[in-house]
């Protein structure tokens, strides 16, 4: 558990009755504040979720709950969450996969539960109920930092930087929140480094509430009933607040209770920030904040010497050295290696690092109180950590628990970064999140694979929680149909033209039969790209709107244009098969190319894959299977958004139906009445709703 940093009250809850259970038979029932007070439909699969949720949370115990489309999970957690929260004076914290997810959380379900409960006398007390959207120090403007890099701005920063600061000067005096992505352009790094809230220089003993944005926002943290948080954010503090031991209650604030929505995505995204990650370009910038040889600026230019200034010159010359031999020795053919064993470079950032961080140190040391001596112990603190993080991967010192890898990224590919990821993520989530002596409810559409909940079970260690399944009520007999080309040949190295030849024509058969818009979900770029190479031109001869992942916009701008076009086509690939909520006829057909599984050629899979293996299990059976179960319940997931949305499902791999577990992917599916359809006879088979 985390806290809030500097914050030194807890927030112990007084003795109270728990009206959850009461008051959500109220709410949810039949008649009930939900169905007779605001005229919503009742649905038993949401009063079942929102009145195992209130027990869990009253008994401070974990739940695993799949809610399918439908079901209404947000209002199922949310009103006996806040209920819980109010009552008990005690902070209810939603963890939610992405930014749009947390925004939608807050400005959309959040304003209808206080409509809700406004409606009825039993609940009208808790409509006044807090809540904050937690994000990043990094992300706010700290005035107290602004006003030191105003006044230090003739000696620290180049002439070709001064109007940027002025620029943020400006804006910080009409911003409402000081969140640095209302600026339009983003601000340079460099510069907003200098000025934000990720720093030691800016905290409650050094910023007023009254003008530090950040502070301000830690005061709503505290009033907080709800705060809203995402999954990366959210385990990125877990792994840095490390082993804080003690029995006290609560996952990431002192007695507080969660909820992880979008459950499904928390074993990746738990892996991919549970270990280390020392870039190139993070430790450049780590090192040019103390001092800047090129624009002759930075924190040991005002508080340290030409002495200080030289041991940054050395560590800047190391770190090239060490990642350019990095890159060179283990990148240059693939952007992906997995290092099994130490000996692979020289530790050449040792030395350099010591003796920086020993001056650094020692400058703090010999100064008084104040924001300059926590600045320089701040970084100091930030070398001693990079160090430490160094020797633990030059040594692979956790070869049995943890898999190491370099990396190239970044658009031109010349970042070199060191990661390290748990090959097993049970242990972390078991420990941080159901480890907390609170109530948790996970919840997802989709948890269950092949109609089994215990993969995901020991996943994520949590073998002994207990579990729930509530249903779509939707009528997918009625209003989704599914086809599956069984003669596209199998996507192996010898059939693998044809392959892709086979799915070229299905595509362009299928999307211009189907009147409203198309999604068309990819395992491969290769395959996406070729495809669009022979399918773009004979759509813009149709004057059908064409959008591809990847080109001109973000994910989040091309969901728009999707249904903003009505009839048209999108190819994406991994980050599609989720997340994308397109209801109405602007999409009336989802496409999947390929079963998604996964190939292990990732370190992380690679070390999982052996792993297994080394314990006499079996990996596609343990690993790949149920994983692509998931993301392929997730993309067909796509289609049906609503009660009155309906469509077709479009399955172009034979796999489905020649493979024995082709089967478990047909289960997964809601409509059981499956159309086989081949060249010969797909014009009289395919029957798109029109």
Not at 34 to 49: D, S
Request: aromatic content about 8%.
């Amino acid at each position: 558990m985390i806290g809030l940093n500097d914050d030194t009250e807890n927030l112990a809850p007084p003795p109270a009755p728990a009206h959850a259970p009461r008051l959500v038979a109220s709410l949810f029932s039949t008649g009930g504040i939900l169905h007779k007070g605001l005229n919503l439909e009742h649905r038993p699969q949401q009063e079942h979720m929102a009145r195992a949720v209130a027990d869990a949370f009253v008994s401070d115990r974990p739940l695993l709950f799949e809610a399918g489309t439908g079901v209404g999970k947000s209002l199922a957690y949310l009103l006996p969450g806040i209920i819980h929260a109010v009552d008990q004076s005690r902070q209810l914290v939603v963890s939610t996969h992405t930014i749009a997810l947390q925004e939608q959380l807050d400005t959309k379900d959040l304003p209808l539960c206080r409509r809700v409960f406004s409606t009825d006398e039993r609940t009208k007390k808790y409509a006044d109920f807090k809540s904050a959207v937690l994000l990043g120090k990094g992300n706010y403007l700290c005035t107290t930092r602004l006003a030191a890099a105003l006044k230090d701005k003739q000696e620290l920063i180049p002439t070709d930087e001064h109007a940027e600061l002025q620029r943020i000067a400006d804006w910080a005096a009409t911003t409402a929140s000081g969140l640095r992505h209302e600026l339009n352009p983003l601000p340079p790094p460099e510069v907003w480094e200098l000025v934000s809230a990720d720093s030691s220089g800016c905290s409650r003993k050094h910023c007023s509430h009254d003008h530090c944005f950040y502070q301000r926002a830690k005061a709503r943290i505290r009033q907080a009933h709800v705060i809203i948080v995402n999954h990366s954010l959210l385990f990125a503090l877990l792994n840095a607040a490390g082993d804080t031991g003690g029995n006290t209650r609560g996952v990431l604030f002192p007695d507080d209770f969660l909820v992880l929505d979008e459950a499904h995505t928390v074993p990746s995204v738990a892996t991919d920030h549970c270990g280390l990650r020392i870039s190139s370009y993070g430790v450049e910038r780590l090192l040019k904040y103390l001092f800047n040889p090129r624009a002759k600026r930075g924190l040991l230019r005002r508080l340290g010497d030409a002495t200080d200034q030289q041991l940054v010159l050395d560590c800047l010359e190391a770190a090239h050295q060490f990642f350019a031999f990095i890159e060179e020795r283990l990148l240059v053919k693939q952007p992906i290696v997995r290092v099994r064993e130490e000996g692979f470079a020289e530790p050449w950032l040792d030395a350099p690092l010591q003796a920086l961080h020993k001056a650094v140190r020692g400058r703090a040391d010999r100064m008084d109180e104040g924001r300059d001596r926590d600045e320089l112990m701040d970084q100091a603190g930030k070398l001693k950590t990079l160090l430490g993080g160094l020797r633990q991967f030059l040594h692979v010192a956790d070869a049995d628990s943890q898999v190491y890898w370099v990396e190239r990224s970044g658009k031109r590919r010349t970042i070199v970064t060191l990661r390290t990821a748990p090959i097993d993520i049970a242990p972390f989530i078991r420990d941080t999140i159901l480890g907390g002596d609170t109530g948790v409810v996970l919840t997802s559409a989709t948890l269950a694979m092949g109609g089994r909940i215990e993969p995901f079970q020991q996943r994520i260690g949590a073998e002994h929680v207990e579990t729930a399944v509530e249903y779509s009520p939707f009528d997918y007999a009625r209003n989704m149909r599914v086809n599956v080309a069984v003669d596209i040949p199998l996507p192996d190295r010898e059939n693998a033209a044809l392959a892709l030849e086979a799915l070229t024509d299905y595509i362009d058969f299928c999307t211009r039969r189907t009147t409203g818009g198309s999604l068309v979900l990819f395992t491969s770029y290769f395959d996406m790209k070729r495809v669009a190479e022979e399918l773009e031109p004979i759509y813009e001869r149709a004057n059908r709107p064409f959008f591809m992942q990847g080109r001109d916009h973000s994910r989040t701008e091309l969901a728009r244009l999707l249904r903003e076009a009505g009839n048209g086509v999108l190819f994406g690939t991994d980050s599609f098969w989720t997340g994308i909520d397109i209801p109405g006829d602007s999409l009336s057909q989802v496409i999947v190319t390929r079963l998604p599984f996964e190939v292990p050629t990732h370190p992380v899979l690679e070390a999982r894959t052996d792993w297994i293996r080394q314990r006499g299990g079996n990996p596609f059976n343990e690993l790949t299977l149920p994983d692509a179960l998931i993301k392929f319940r997730q993309g067909i997931g796509r289609l049906i958004r609503s009660a009155t949305d309906r469509g077709v499902i479009t399955l172009l791999d034979s796999r489905i139906v020649q493979k024995p577990y082709g089967r478990l992917f047909l289960e997964c599916l809601p409509q059981r009445n499956i159309v086989r359809m081949n060249r010969l006879n797909r014009i009289e088979k395919f029957q798109p709703y029109r």
